[in-house]
């Protein structure tokens, strides 16, 4: 099975991907073209990967389980993109984007990756241009940027609200055309349900139409998983109801480490939940800090007087009112890192300060921003600065311009005016940091396997950046991948194509074929969804936003049991031969639910509190969180062993040379 | 509150469907549709009834998968916003709702209301991207300079979500609204230009062939997009299509 080697290329930081790039072996284009690869996903990281090595020459079969490929959940980001362009003359480098990045994943992840990351940034920017997508501009007609949590510039590159859908909408053209050149086969509507290996390498996937249900062997030279995170092992996350961890788990089942699964974001700013019906919540972007302000009332009184709808926040005099970010944190105020936000939210609410039916909620108030706005835009206009109807009206403009659809969206969920009275926000999941384990080329430790963007655990360490995810799923994508897979497949250009009539592809199908009529024939009486809630209930209330030994410990027990009794009495109805979505669902929980105990096992290892990971044995006496940088400098890195909680740790040392590890502060 | 749901069911392509009618209780006015759904599907689950198959995926009106023809509307009776993010609370206490899939020749229904939009994408591979690869040596990002007025419209283009809400409500089941907005998008910025030409000619002969039909100028699609792609869009494709057609 694999080792734990992160090839990272010797030599000083900012030489060694440009060394690196200089030294791996390359691929002839003649040579290309007897080369198949296979990628699982079309987000930012699968799309663009797909649309550069087909343009490189390879042949490329591309899966995705929704009807487009510009479905991805990739499409869902709101807010922006981070590259060191320095374009607003703040002081902005790679060096400053890398250290920011290494120091918002508090000290967790790989710094030869992440200045990597940080080098390509400006690349993705400049590509992104040229394939027409319309970032937001200032009236010079040059691009503009807005600032995000964690950083002292403002380098965030944004297409209003909508970044996520420009930049997926970009790679997806650039697939676009390559298939009509022919040069990436797509798959829509399938499903990825087995990797194959051949002599230990990874030769190909068996995937399951969706439509027909049957299933179909595809051989490649390499296979590459871009599958996105796992968020959804909660339930409730601002995930696509689709995303699931089952491409990477099954290569994990066949010999991917899987790396930090305890590493979950919890993002500050979401729609608080409104009852036992909810089916996913929604993200309003941390862009909305930039402007907003983050407050819950000063005494206990006011707050459940909010509560009970005796009062009104808009009545709620300022010194009634406690800023808690800018309180705590002056320094970074209502941009601190995700992280930090999360739990200051929570602390507040747990201390009795909640603003909603539930009590889990805090507001996000916009109406200082709307005052500013408008008096700076009176001026401009030469009107008078001191009308305080004009002044609103100018401002709210000014807002809706910048965060239109955001409110938009907001109010429709929640049916009330966020121009006339503040949002109620509360922390949800929503983005996974930890994944497949992967060396420098991106490779995970089965030979030909590859995994990128959220897929994979590299970048973010222990807390990813606002704006950092669709940078690095471009840069895999578009900068990395491409590169690095030529190393490994120029071993490849004598091997010819991949039998899949082989006993390997027969064993794989079978086992496919024996798992999807189990759940079929399975005569049960609870609905996969059913289980799911339950799953997503032990995750939330024991692995969540707060962690300890005990609650760990009882969700590792408790998610066993609920493993063993979904296997005994789930009922998937319909049949194996036809669009059913409760069947596909079913697998994809099945995995889900091996996933959550090594995730509570991870955490329970993992006795330090970093980034989105908060023990509570180990945070400071302000409440703060605790490193421990003797006993957890590491990766954790699992292996399967048919039992989650018999996964075997393999340590990847982290090795900081170019930064000084330090005490994470953002006061 | 408590409504009657008349839902279309189709097996599959090729076998002919019927409304079925599904009553249902305690409804949330919070909830959203799908979630709704969600529940009628939890429902017919526990009785043994094959449940109603629908797209969605991010129920947070982006990704453009959920499509249903609600009450006789694409998205349903709510302006600006996709069936994810209808809410209950534009219903009431006793209505009948029917939901029936994008009907389009060109949009093949799957099975129930989920249909077949892959000609979209054929559109799209015929000519909806700017050919430069994705090597990373093109020019500075900030050597072009865009109006804001000409990048704040080609964005408001390309905004659309791709969902088929303009071919379900148009009563020609012309897609003149979605391919417009892919070359309205690239028509408005000076990276799009040296492709223009045959962009336009090849998005349009790859529509022709799909089977959508032809625009009569209703602005039906307009009123029903839940993205607010406008008519202006059909307009310049027009324009951009005559231009190249003379060209060409």
């Known amino acids: 099975m694999g080792t734990l080697n992160s090839n990272i290329p010797k030599g000083p930081l900012s030489d060694k991907w440009t060394q690196h790039k200089s030294n791996i072996n390359l691929v002839s284009p003649a040579n290309k073209r007897l080369i198949d690869v296979i990628v699982v996903g079309t987000g930012l990281a699968g799309a663009s990967a797909s649309a550069t090595l087909a343009e490189l020459g390879y042949n490329v079969k591309t899966f995705c389980f929704q009807d487009s490929p510009r479905r991805a959940h990739s499409i869902a980001a709101q807010g922006g993109i981070n590259a060191a362009k320095n374009y607003q003359g703040d002081g902005d480098s790679t060096y400053r984007l890398f250290y920011d990045t290494i120091k918002g994943g508090d000290y967790r992840s790989r710094e030869a990756n992440v200045h990597r990351l940080a080098e390509v940034s400006a690349n993705i920017i400049d590509q992104c241009v040229a394939q027409g997508v319309p970032f937001a501009r200032d009236y010079g007609g040059l691009l503009d940027n807005r600032s995000f949590g964690g950083v002292l510039v403002s380098r965030t590159f944004y297409a209003k609200g909508q970044t996520g859908q420009q930049l997926l909408l970009g790679a997806y053209s650039a697939m676009n055309r390559q298939i009509g050149r022919g040069k990436i086969k797509m798959y829509n509507r399938h499903e990825m349900m087995d990797l194959v290996l051949v002599d230990g390498k990874a030769r190909g996937i068996i995937a399951r139409n969706l439509v027909t249900g ?47 699964p305890c590493f979950t974001q919890i993002h500050p700013t979401c729609i608080p939940v409104s009852g036992d019906h909810q089916s996913k919540l929604t993200l309003m972007s941390e862009s909305l800090r930039n402007d907003g302000r983050i407050w819950v009332p000063k005494k206990i009184e006011d707050a459940k007087a909010i509560r009970e709808g005796r009062l009104k926040p808009t009545e709620l005099a300022e010194e009634d009112r406690d800023y808690y970010l800018e309180r705590r944190y002056p320094a970074f105020g209502n941009l601190v890192p995700r992280d930090v936000a999360s739990r200051a939210a929570k602390e507040r609410c747990d201390a009795g300060f909640g603003v909603n039916k539930t009590g889990e909620a805090v507001y996000l108030d916009f109406a200082a921003a709307i005052v500013r706005y408008g008096k700076e835009e009176a001026h401009v206009k030469g009107l008078d600065e001191n009308d305080a109807q004009l002044v609103k009206k100018l401002g709210q403009e000014i807002v809706r311009s910048k965060y239109g659809n955001l409110f938009q969206m907001y109010e429709k969920i929640v049916d009330q005016n966020p121009y006339e009275t503040p949002m109620m926000i509360y922390p949800a999941v929503h983005y996974t940091m930890g994944g497949v384990w992967v060396d420098y080329n991106l490779m995970t430790s089965i030979p030909g396997c590859y995994a990128i963007g959220e897929a994979n655990f590299s970048d973010h360490g222990a807390n990813r950046l606002g704006a950092s995810a669709l940078m690095q799923g471009l840069a895999d994508g578009y900068f990395v991948l491409p590169y690095t897979i030529g190393d490994y497949l120029a071993d490849d250009i004598r ?26 024939n399975n005569d049960g009486k609870n609905s996969v969804d059913y289980y799911h809630k339950k799953l997503g209930k032990i995750m939330w209330n024991k692995c969540g936003m707060s962690r300890n030994e005990k609650d760990l410990k009882e969700a590792m027990t408790e998610i066993k049991e609920l493993r063993e009794d979904f296997y005994k009495n789930v009922k998937v109805p319909g049949g194996l031969d036809e669009f059913n979505e409760q069947l596909a669902k079913a697998g994809r929980v099945a995995d889900f639910l091996e996933l959550g105990e090594l995730f509570a096992k991870d955490a329970l290892e993992r006795n330090e509190s970093c980034g989105g990971h908060f023990r509570e044995e180990s945070q400071t006496p302000e409440g703060e969180a605790l490193r421990d940088d003797e006993n957890f400098t590491f990766v954790s890195a699992w292996e399967y062993n048919v039992e989650p909680a018999k996964a075997k740790l393999h340590k990847e040392a982290l090795n900081y040379e170019e930064i000084e590890v330090k005490t994470r502060s953002y006061k | 509150m408590n409504l009657t749901l008349k839902v279309w069911r189709q097996a599959n392509t090729t076998t002919r469907g019927s409304f079925e009618t599904y009553p249902i209780a305690d409804v949330s006015p919070d909830m959203s549709f799908l979630e709704m759904m969600d529940v009628l599907n939890e429902e017919l689950i526990q009785k043994g009834i094959d449940p109603i198959a629908f797209d969605h995926d991010c129920r947070e009106g982006i990704c453009g998968m959920c499509s249903m023809f609600i009450n006789g509307e694409a998205h349903g009776p709510d302006r600006l916003v996709t069936t994810c993010q209808l809410h209950m609370r534009k219903f009431k206490d006793g209505d009948t709702i029917t939901i029936e899939p994008f009907r389009a020749k060109a949009f093949p229904v799957v099975k129930d209301l989920a249909v077949d939009r892959s000609a979209f994408d054929r559109v799209q591979h015929a000519g909806g991207f700017i050919s430069v690869n994705t090597s990373g040596n093109t020019q500075d990002a900030n050597a072009i300079t865009i109006e804001k007025h000409d990048a704040d419209r080609a964005f408001d283009a390309a905004t659309c979500i791709g969902c088929g809400a303009c071919v379900a409500t148009c009563k020609n089941a012309s897609a003149m609204l979605f391919v417009s907005a892919k070359v309205s998008q690239y028509a408005l910025l000076p990276q799009g230009k040296v492709e223009a030409t045959d962009r336009v000619l090849n998005m349009v002969k790859q529509m022709d062939e799909e089977g959508f039909g032809n625009c009569t100028n209703t602005g039906a699609c307009e009123v029903e997009c839940p993205k607010g792609i406008s008519l202006e869009n059909i307009a310049r494709m027009n324009r951009e299509y005559l231009t190249a057609s003379i060209k060409g």
């Open chain 1, 495 to 520: 091997t010819g194509t991949i039998a899949t009539d082989t006993p390997e592809f027969d064993t794989a199908e079978k086992e496919v074929q024996d798992r999807l009529e189990a759940f079929i």
């Open chain 1, 214 to 260: 049957k299933l179909e062997r595809h051989g490649a030279h390499a296979v590459v998983i871009a599958s996105g995170g796992y968020g959804n092992v909660f339930f409730l996350s601002t995930n696509a109801m689709g995303s699931n961890v089952s491409a990477s788990w099954k290569i994990h089942k066949k010999g991917a480490h899987f790396a930090n």
